[in-house]
């Protein structure tokens, strides 16, 4: 699998009720596009809220 590295995000609303929306990430010169909804948006925040937060671990040359 390739990892392309993320430009840029954007986020826009589509409708406030319910809530949809989507979310825009440019890499490698092209953009990808998702549709999103409230139950996405949470699972997202509590996924990047995990990556945030996360302790680097050691390795074991390093201890």
Known sequence: M????AT???VS???????RGTIEIDC????ATFAIDEE???????DL???L?????RTRAAR
Request: contains cysteine; proline residues 6%.
């Open 2 to 5: 390739t990892v392309q590295r």
């Open 8 to 10: 840029n995000i954007r």
């Open 28 to 31: 490698a010169g092209s953009v």
């Open 13 to 19: 609303t589509a409708s406030a009720a319910p809530l």
């Open 53 to 57: 937060t996360q302790v680097p671990r």
């Open 40 to 46: 996405m948006a949470h699972r997202l925040c509590v």
């Open 49 to 51: 809220e995990r990556f």
